[in-house]
């Protein structure tokens, strides 16, 4: 059974970054062929795909926020990290990490989700 657990701040203040790891067990992240990737969910508002890492280690970013994403990963604790730049209150979200094995979904396992709100 694969866990995904999102772990990071819950309060992040505007014009910094906001960074989130996702610690994954029961599987490695560098298996065939899979995908992890963020997603969020503001308020009210349905869900967004922000990024991915590959198996591979290749990242794939969402065209809206390419400029401010980065996803990497730490093979040896098994984990990816999300950090995104500059945030504004709009970035307010429950965050989330998950698995698929295509790239695009569908998700196959999911972090649980931790809220990170953007305030002074």
């Known amino acids: 059974q694969v866990q995904l657990q999102e772990s990071g701040p819950g309060l992040v203040k505007p014009s910094q970054t906001l960074s989130l790891t996702c610690t994954v067990s029961?599987?490695?992240?560098?298996?065939?062929?899979?995908?992890w990737s963020w997603i969020r969910q503001p308020p009210g508002k349905g869900l967004e795909w922000m990024g991915a890492?590959?198996?591979?280690?290749?990242?794939y970013y969402s065209p809206s926020l390419k400029s401010r994403t980065s996803i990497s990963r730490d093979t040896s604790k098994n984990q990816f990290t999300l950090q995104l730049s500059s945030v504004t209150p709009e970035d307010t979200a429950v965050y989330y990490c998950?698995?698929?094995?295509?790239?695009?979904?569908?998700?196959?396992?999911w972090g649980q989700g931790t809220q990170v709100t953007v305030s002074s």
């Open positions: 998950a698995r698929d094995a295509t790239g695009w979904g569908p998700y196959d396992y």
């Open positions: 029961g599987g490695s992240i560098t298996t065939n062929y899979y995908y």
């Open positions: 890492i590959a198996y591979s280690g290749s990242t």
